[in-house]
């Protein structure tokens, strides 16, 4: 998820003009990432509106952030279309967290890919200040980085992956997905990872998961995950609590681990990382 700048714009207007100045033409040149909008040091500010009382240009504030295509409260991810927030709340998450990265999961029948979620991980800003042992690598470094994603997953600090359905899936069909791509990396599950299991299998038995569904995937702390459900925008609350750090980090590494289920994804934040640790 690499894109094109956008504007915010909390900018006043008065009696309609003959002309309006385009903020967008001033613009530097594209920017690549949409966490820089919540990152100091790559945050940067326009300003321009127009006073009709003295016929001449003011001062007034655009605040720029960057997105892959959009408005700057979203990001679209490219290859799905779904469009995820730049920053947003979850339930039981005391913290604002800021989208990092989108990709896609596809998979493939008959030799034809079929992609069937979106994904965007968001989390604390605060995380990114223990990441400076990691200042001035590039993407390509940063994504094969294990200890690198190992720290990122282990720091108490708040991360969520919003999941979005692209096409309809039954509950069990999601579930066995998910379960296949997890079981293998618990070597040795013990009596609290099968209960943690079978919570978590129980969130999506008989449950239709249809094409827009977002399911949220959070870790308040490494040793604990809150799952959510919702079929129509934000979710109010949480279905279930997953307490079993081999369940939670086995699931990270599903994502960001040697061998991805989105390659897109972990790219796409390997890459948000070394834009913000420049």
Not at 57 to 84: C, M, N, R, W
Not at 150 to 155: A, R, Y
Request: with cysteine; proline share 8%.
């Amino acid at each position: 998820m690499v894109g094109l700048g956008s504007i915010s714009t909390p900018m006043c207007t008065t009696s309609p003009l003959p002309s309006k100045p385009n903020p967008r033409n001033n613009f530097p040149g594209k920017l690549s990432h949409p966490l820089l909008g919540f990152h100091k040091v790559h945050s940067l500010s326009l300003s321009t509106h127009f006073s009709p009382q003295k016929n001449k240009l003011t001062q007034t504030h655009f605040t720029l952030k960057a997105s892959s295509v959009g408005t700057a409260d979203y990001t679209e991810e490219p290859a799905t279309k779904v469009k995820f927030r730049t920053s947003l709340s979850v339930p039981d998450c005391s913290t604002s967290l800021s989208l990092l990265g989108t990709g896609y999961r596809e998979k493939v029948f008959a030799i034809i890919g079929v992609k069937v979620y979106a994904a965007g991980l968001y989390v604390n800003p605060s995380i990114l200040s223990k990441l400076d042992a990691w200042k001035g690598r590039s993407a390509a470094q940063i994504q094969d980085d294990m200890p690198l994603f190992k720290s990122f997953f282990e720091d108490p600090m708040e991360k969520s992956l919003q999941i979005v359905l692209v096409r309809d899936v039954d509950g069990k069909t999601f579930w066995d997905a998910l379960d296949e791509a997890i079981s293998p990396r618990i070597k040795a599950p013990t009596p609290v990872d099968e209960s943690a299991l079978s919570t978590f299998r129980g969130i999506f038995q008989g449950r239709p998961l249809n094409k827009g569904t977002s399911i949220f995937l959070t870790w308040p702390h490494p040793s604990k995950m809150l799952v959510a459900v919702s079929s129509d925008g934000l979710p109010t609350s949480t279905d279930a609590t997953i307490e079993s750090p081999n369940v939670g980090s086995a699931l990270f590494d599903v994502f960001f681990g040697d061998a991805p289920v989105s390659p897109s994804l972990k790219t796409s934040v390997a890459t948000g990382l070394a834009t913000i640790l420049k």
